[in-house]
């Protein structure tokens, strides 16, 4: 006897092939029904006897498409329509859209083999795709996703290209962006204002430009690559100069695995983030020196040829590794159109390889790494975004707009919460703009009216994202503290609301609950009940607020300023300078001069006095520098930093620097025996808290916490007590990721206020 059901399947379910295969598996099983792309995933009715259905529901679970990634499937009894035969029936819209939109996914090797295949229809042809793979979320302009909501919509398919898009046989069955050259857009090639190349040739002639050294401006997914021979000294500083990007590394793009096991040191884990759908940039011990590319750098970015085109310029002959980077001037977001690309890059690039099909918004590669307590994302885009990455016990929907620091937002909508590209830094006005854009863009995407947003910001009262946020027309507003943020998306990754932790929050600096720059912060508490300051860094006064974040000597004075030693710092072997003693003055006049816990304003201090004296190029730079200096040095004894009284004290740590520094001990001794020195100190900070508060959970969140070894070092000094230890793996550590926590703790701040109202 027929019985049904309806199914409803959660997730990133639409764009990666699920229909197809609901329909292939629903012939299989000899079912009758439908199935369409809904609002909130995709929608199915079934048919036919108790037995089959079962068996559907089962294959439904384990055998999805490789791209999908179901979050939910609800299975509810439906009335027998007496349906004779199963049909993908039209996408509906009946509601506000909750669908998780796939991200854009890296070409397939089924795809790849016809792309080399003289006899295949779409042989070399770079925009080749199918539902296993290439562009989503670039060119979704609304949902539910079907071509006519793609930047595909102005090229109809040809009998071809329609024939299997409508065939249920065929990997290209409701393959949204399907196309072949007969159909689809092209690429050509302009030198100057003139287009000299099209389709093959154009790229054989970008090919050509690279190996003789030229700067080539390449369209991608989300946004613009300038490339260059990554071998190639000149071209490297050539591409350094126009693009006004003094010492910050450049990613490179290897031909293939190969090449790429000669750039960095591999490890499976590294293999296996390296070769994911999403191919992010992946950052490694470098084995290779590129002159140029990552200057006094140990590490490289390493990423792998995601797109058809990208395979094509290496087939042509591109050199085997490209400097790959993003194509813009230093600071700005990403150019992503075709006319402000020619614009904005022209002085920059020598050609452009322009493609026809256009973005539908900037997307930035993502950066990862295979670190000591797993995968860690370093800048969260193109690939990953915008997946939901926590679910959070609201239905109201809610907007967290994060820091103004490597900016990314949050949007709630059915308790999802989906976490945008990285917008950048939003002290510079093109990546502001960028930022409203993408607010108003994923509002829109997913139909939210904006008198029914809760709108979560930063407690700064001057930051960018905290005026704008006051702005919106939204009703309700939630500041959120910049450190329990950090703390609460650890927590929201893993769906542990109650869970009471001892959280360590480290980082460069964040609005403190009394007006004061924080930024080496312990907590407890949960996401739930709310976190308390339990301890923290030993206060030290900052010259020129924000402003030392920029020159490790001015950060240096009012940590120095409490030592011991009177020694003049600004001669050998410290040569600290003028700018040590001027901030040094404005210290001792009080003019300018805020009190800090900034643990990342320590790390400038080690570093300013080991011989980083000038002035970062680059967010993190004097920290980075001093932790790879320190990787060169064998295990040594820690310095101490002690805690007591609720407070580390950096007084004791900062003195030995000074003395072996005195002494003529090796730079990369010292600065190892300072990161020993800090996670010996975290561990009895940690320990001291878990006792006392019979805790045996630790969040490890903050940008300080990208330092891989003291991670390491941290590790088995934690390990060996026994304590659970958590840190980030959905959003970065960094300012990336505080918009997910700022979400979960507004969304909790929610409820508490909903539940105040009808009692």
């Not at 020694?567 to 009190?595: C, K, M, Q, W």
Request: net charge negative.
């Amino acid at each position: 006897m027929a019985t049904a059901c309806s199914i409803r399947v959660r997730g990133v379910v639409q764009g990666v092939g699920f229909r197809p295969f609901v329909y292939r598996l629903a012939q299989a099983k000899m079912l009758s029904g439908w199935v369409l792309n809904g609002d909130q995933g995709v929608e199915i009715h079934l048919e036919g006897t108790e037995e089959d259905l079962a068996a559907f529901i089962r294959e439904l679970r384990t055998k999805q498409p490789a791209a999908a990634q179901i979050a939910e499937i609800e299975v509810e009894s439906a009335p027998c329509e007496g349906l004779s035969e199963f049909t993908i029936r039209e996408s509906e819209r009946l509601d506000r859209p909750t669908v998780r939109i796939s991200p854009d996914l890296a070409v397939c090797d089924e795809c790849l083999a016809e792309l080399h295949d003289p006899l295949d229809r779409r042989y070399r042809y770079p925009y080749i795709n199918c539902t296993n793979c290439g562009p989503r979320y670039s060119v979704i302009l609304a949902l539910p996703y079907d071509r006519p909501s793609t930047t595909m919509r102005d090229w109809p398919m040809d009998r071809y290209c329609s024939g299997e898009y409508h065939n249920p046989a065929n990997r290209r069955f409701h393959a949204q962006p399907v196309a072949c050259p007969a159909c689809g857009p092209r690429y050509f090639l302009c030198e100057g204002s003139n287009s000299v190349a099209k389709d093959e040739r154009a790229i054989e002639r970008a090919a050509q430009l690279l190996r003789e050294g030229r700067i080539v401006a390449v369209k991608g997914l989300g946004g613009y690559h300038l490339a260059c021979d990554a071998r190639n000294p000149e071209a490297n500083v050539a591409l350094r100069e126009r693009k006004f990007r003094k010492e910050k590394p450049f990613a490179v793009m290897a031909r293939d695995l190969e090449v790429a096991r000669g750039l960095i040191q591999f490890s499976a884990e590294t293999e296996e983030l390296m070769t994911s759908n999403a191919r992010p940039i992946v950052l490694g011990q470098r084995k290779m020196e590129l002159a140029g590319v990552a200057p006094e750098n140990d590490e490289l970015g390493v990423m792998l040829p995601y797109t058809p085109l990208q395979h094509l310029l290496f087939a042509a002959g591109a050199p085997d590794i490209l400097v790959m980077t993003s194509a813009n001037r230093s600071s700005e977001p990403i150019a992503y159109e075709d006319q402000d690309a020619l614009e904005r890059l022209a002085g920059i690039a020598d050609a452009f390889l322009i493609g026809e099909r256009p973005i539908a918004r900037r997307v930035d590669d993502s950066v990862a790494r295979a670190g000591v307590f797993g995968p860690i994302i370093l800048r969260r885009a193109r690939g990953y975004t915008p997946g939901a990455v926590a679910m959070l016990p609201t239905e109201r929907p809610l907007l967290a707009l994060g820091g103004d620091l490597k900016n990314s937002i949050t949007l709630v909508v059915g308790g999802q919460a989906f976490v945008s590209q990285h917008i950048g830094d939003l002290d510079h006005y093109q990546a502001f703009q960028a930022f409203e854009e993408t607010v108003g863009d994923l509002v829109a995407m997913y139909d939210v009216r904006w008198e029914e947003l809760t709108i979560a910001h930063d407690c700064h009262p001057q930051y960018v994202s905290t005026a704008h946020a006051l702005k919106l027309p939204s009703v309700r507003r939630c500041a959120v503290q910049h450190h329990r943020a950090h703390l609460a998306s650890v927590l929201a990754e893993r769906g542990e609301w109650d869970e009471r932790v001892v959280g360590v929050s480290f980082d460069g600096t964040g609005y403190g609950d009394d007006g004061t720059i924080w930024g080496g912060e312990i907590f407890v508490g949960s996401v739930r009940s709310g976190f308390e300051r339990v301890a923290h860094l030993r206060q030290a006064a900052l010259a020129g607020g924000d402003a030392a974040a920029r020159s490790p000597v001015q950060a240096a004075a009012g940590f120095l300023a409490q030592t011991d030693f009177l020694r003049d710092l600004t001669a050998e072997p410290f040569n600290l300078g003028l700018r040590y003693l001027g901030a040094l003055n404005l210290i001792h006049r009080e003019v300018r001069t805020f009190s800090t816990t900034s643990a990342g304003r320590l790390f400038d201090t080690a570093a300013a006095l080991l011989g980083f004296v000038r002035e970062i190029t680059f967010e993190g730079q004097a920290a980075i520098w001093l932790e790879q200096l320190a990787r060169g040095a064998s295990n040594v004894d820690a310095y101490p930093f002690p805690f007591a009284d609720h407070e580390l004290d950096f007084r004791p740590l900062l003195e030995d620097v000074i003395r072996d520094r005195i002494r003529g001990r090796s730079t990369g001794e010292i600065a190892r025996a300072f990161h020993r020195g800090i996670a010996a100190g975290l561990r009895e900070c940690i320990m001291t808290n878990c006792e006392e508060q019979g805790i045996r959970t630790v969040v490890l969140a903050g940008g300080v916490f990208q330092n891989e070894l003291l991670l390491r070092d941290l590790k088995p000094a934690l390990d060996g007590e026994g304590l659970r230890v958590w840190t980030n793996h959905a959003v970065p550590p960094n300012d990336g990721g505080i918009s997910l926590g700022q979400a979960a703790l507004a969304a909790f701040e929610q409820s508490a206020a909903d539940g105040e109202s009808h009692a």
